[in-house]
């Protein structure tokens, strides 16, 4: 690949920024300066940026918490997408894991690794996602049960039990909170299921996608990249780490 492209790659500047670096002559190839933004490199060269060595790095991984009024799209005729709230030299093949709603908030992985995405997304790996919701409505312990059960939403499909946790209900407003864990990632599911049992969602946020947790600290709007350790046990698929325990016991 081409040096400019490499170095942008990298996160180390614009393609602009890094033709100037190039030029300016703070860049070596395998010792030697390269003046040239044409030069071709592999993964295997050696690339000093400023005397500082540019480790390849394939796939990047970014925690983004998802404000409202944003579709989980790469791209939209209509609506800004999740990517444009990401720097201007963000790489240009990074892409959301899944969808959240654009009137929901909460937690959403960025990246270009292609491969964890379908891992993540696949029904048969069941990767739990945790939401937090307010309701139009009393959530009740017959709830509870349903959903445990698994209700069947409008449509008829049928979804697999769900864990509801009630969290607070105001009966002067006829509104209540909870907190909902799925296994599955169906079209608008928190929505229909709350529906399914007569009450509506007003607000709706995810707090979770299998290990990775959406921190306090992390402001509406902004994101942050993936710790190592968050990358590696995202590539642990639930049944994975079951299966890992039977081993084991
Ligand atoms: N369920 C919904 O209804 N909406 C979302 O955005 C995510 C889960």
Not at 76 to 101: I, N, Y
Not at 224 to 237: G, H, K, N, S, Y
Request: no cysteine; glycine share 6%.
């Amino acid at each position: 690949m081409r040096l400019d492209k490499f170095l942008a790659d990298m996160q180390i500047g614009s393609r602009k920024e890094v033709k100037k670096y190039i030029k300016g002559r703070l860049v070596r190839v395998n010792g030697q300066v390269v003046t040239s933004d044409k030069t071709q490199v592999t993964e295997e060269d050696q690339i000093l940026f400023d005397g500082q060595p540019v480790i390849y790095q394939k796939y990047f991984y970014y925690l983004l918490h998802k404000p409202q009024g944003v579709v989980s799209a790469t791209t939209d005729r209509r609506d800004p997408t999740v990517l444009s709230l990401l720097k201007e030299d963000a790489r240009e093949d990074l892409f959301p894991v899944g969808r959240l709603d654009k009137d929901t908030e909460g937690l959403l992985l960025i990246t270009n690794d292609g491969e964890l995405a379908h891992r993540l997304l696949s029904p048969k790996k069941h990767v739990e996602k945790e939401y937090f919701a307010k309701i139009d409505g009393i959530m009740t312990k017959e709830d509870v049960a349903a959903f445990a059960q698994g209700v069947t939403i409008d449509g008829g499909e049928e979804t697999m039990p769900a864990e509801l946790t009630l969290l607070t209900r105001d009966e002067t407003t006829q509104t209540s909170e909870i907190r909902l864990i799925l296994h599955e990632g169906k079209f608008h599911q928190v929505k229909r299921m709350v529906k399914a049992v007569g009450k509506k969602v007003t607000y709706l946020k995810r707090l979770r996608m299998g290990s990775l947790v959406l921190e306090d600290s992390l402001k509406l709007g902004t994101y942050r990249p993936l710790t190592a350790d968050e990358i590696a046990q995202l590539q642990v698929t639930n049944e994975e780490k079951s299966l890992r325990n039977n081993q084991t016991t």
